[in-house]
């Protein structure tokens, strides 16, 4: 078989070993990826649309229309760019600046707070192909990777034979599930999975520390202390460990501390890692080309040249406190991920969709730029959720105009 | 599963050595192992005391709808391609260990058992499975590593 391997950008696992086969201009068989992958490989089709009030309309018109709603907004609000390229991140960010708008992704309300001690090098963290080459013990912790990132255990950190796991995952490695619920990770990992009541996470990680230390581990929902020492004894014995970390345990969490606690308790015994289960595939990439340029990962608001930051200039909040006047929301989908609390106060305002997809928020936006999937139609780089960064190609010819081409027009138009 | 004692409990138990086997217990080995058919014993197909049983041992034998010579069955709709399987899979550890031995995309398909195509798994190649040939045993590597159980054999 021909060695011309694609990247598949349907989570940020960004596996790079696709096989296609394609006829006239479109794919019609997805090899060696998962699920997920062969949707989106295979969505890539069809000529733009271009929307105004629902209304089909040209690319200009709409352009147009999207400038104008930018331009008469006070205090505009870009959201999204987790699915987009770095390039048309960078693009994002600048025309955030120029028109002092609010800008933010979906990592305020998900796992923001891990990616920024990771970027800021505050916990331990190494790449996916370290994992797949070292790892004896992984955790998988509030997070179900069988079901959002299917190919994390099968190409990177279970099942795979490494350069020194060469036995594989019988004899060598360890999977470990903490979750409230049975998930399809659970079961994979057997013995290993501790069943925990919700936001029952900050007393687990103290019974572990208890453990570690060699005391009595207890919880106030009486989990066997047995069992609690089992996983101490295998944590302390890690020579490579890796803790996935999702947001089941962040949202059960007050604050970082007792995790960053656990962190240092742990590598002082033996040797963790810690990596976020980040969903989009290029969330990451959002988070440090934001970083780079104005030492925060989301939530900022650009005012002349001011950059400001909080939770006050998050999506949720300042939708709730009605403090924005206009949305661009490029490859996101507010209206799917928000509760209609939030929700109904993006209604009030004129929001200009760009996306690949039709979505419940391209249905209610005023102005719907329908774009090249990038990955499939368009080319551009990503980092991937260990902070590698990759590169892609376009896998098919497109009939659209990509997220960055529509997104420098408007800049330019305004 | 069942097992050789099971068959020879169905079988006539006269030891008349029609099928070639010194008795029928021998017999119920070599059923068990496939080499030979519930067909390949006479009285059993001829004499009609022997019906029931006769049905019942071709029924166990009957190969299942959509099973392949493994008895290997995909469930197409709980799979999701994760590729757990294609990982674990000895044989295919063995077949190309740089390849999907080692989590990537298959570099020699044509000797890989199960390889993944349009998110789903696909079974091939089944004279590699360690559940087939002469020394076949039960290997349940695919089994146990499927989070949704879409692997299954009869």
Redesign the interface.
């Known amino acids: 078989?021909e060695?011309n391997?694609h990247v598949c950008t349907g989570c940020a696992l960004l596996c790079d070993?696709?096989?296609v086969g394609s006829e006239k201009n479109k794919i019609n068989?997805?090899?060696?990826?998962?699920?997920?992958?062969?949707?989106h490989m295979k969505e890539g089709k069809g000529e733009a649309i271009f929307r105004v009030d629902n209304k089909s309309v040209d690319e200009a018109t709409a352009i147009n229309e999207a400038v104008t709603i930018l331009r008469n907004a006070k205090k505009p609000l870009i959201f999204g760019l987790g699915a987009s390229t770095s390039e048309t991140q960078k693009i994002a960010i600048k025309l955030a600046k120029k028109i002092n708008a609010t800008l933010d992704d979906n990592s305020s309300f998900c796992l923001g707070g891990v990616v920024e001690t990771l970027i800021k090098n505050e916990m331990k963290t190494c790449t996916l192909d370290d994992v797949?080459n070292k790892a004896d013990v992984i955790i998988y912790w509030g997070t179900d990777p069988?079901?959002s990132h299917?190919?994390l255990?099968?190409?990177?950190s279970?099942?795979?034979?490494?350069k020194e796991k060469q036995r594989?995952?019988e004899e060598e490695r360890t999977a470990i599930a903490v979750d409230v619920r049975k998930s399809?990770?659970a079961?994979?990992s057997g013995n290993y999975f501790f069943q925990i009541p919700p936001k029952g996470d900050e007393e687990f990680i103290d019974a572990v520390i208890a453990g570690l230390s060699g005391k009595l581990p207890k919880t106030s929902y009486n989990y066997p202390p047995k069992k609690l020492l089992e996983l101490a004894n295998i944590l302390k014995g890690a020579k490579f460990g890796v803790i996935f970390v999702g947001c089941g345990l962040i949202y059960s969490l007050e604050s970082l501390e007792s995790l960053s606690r656990l962190m240092k308790v742990l590598n002082e015994k033996a040797n963790i890692h810690l990596m976020a289960m980040v969903g989009n595939y290029n969330s990451m990439g959002f988070n440090e080309n934001l970083f780079a340029e104005t030492g925060y990962l989301n939530s900022v608001k650009f005012e002349n040249g001011i950059v400001k930051h909080g939770p006050e200039y998050s999506i949720v909040e300042s939708l709730k406190a009605k403090t924005v006047d206009a949305a661009l929301i490029v490859d996101s989908d507010p209206f799917s991920i928000l509760p209609r609390s939030i929700v109904k106060n993006l209604q009030e305002i004129p929001v200009v969709s760009i996306d690949p997809y039709e979505t419940l928020t391209s249905r209610h936006s005023k102005v719907y730029i329908n774009t090249a999937i990038s990955g499939v139609e368009a080319g551009g780089t990503a980092t991937r959720m260990d902070r590698v960064k990759v590169s892609f190609e376009p896998v098919i010819e497109a009939n659209r105009p990509s997220d960055e081409a529509i997104l420098k027009k408007i800049m330019e138009a305004l | 599963m069942t097992n050789a004692m099971e068959l020879y409990q169905m079988l006539p138990k006269t030891n008349c050595k029609k099928c070639g086997k010194a008795s029928c217990m021998a017999f119920a080995v070599v059923l068990m192992a496939r080499e030979l058919k519930p067909e390949d014993c006479p009285p059993l197909v001829e004499e009609p005391k022997y019906k029931e049983n006769y049905e019942k041992i071709s029924n166990i034998f009957k190969p299942s709808e959509n099973a392949t010579e493994t008895g290997l069955i995909v469930h197409e709709d709980l799979c999701f391609g994760c590729g757990n399987c294609v990982v674990a899979c000895p044989p295919n550890v063995a077949n190309d260990p740089h390849g999907v031995g080692s989590g990537n995309a298959p570099t020699n398909p044509n000797k890989l058992v199960l390889t993944v195509q349009d998110g789903i798994v696909k079974a091939q190649n089944l004279g590699e499975c360690r559940r087939f040939g002469k020394n076949k045993i039960l290997c349940n590597g695919c089994i146990v590593t499927c989070p949704v159980e879409a692997i299954e054999f009869v």
Do not use: Q
């Open positions: 078989m060695n391997y070993d696709i096989e068989k997805v090899f060696t990826a998962c699920r997920i992958g062969m949707a797949r069988s079901d299917p190919r255990l099968s190409k990177y279970y099942f795979p034979r490494g594989g995952w399809h990770t079961k994979i």
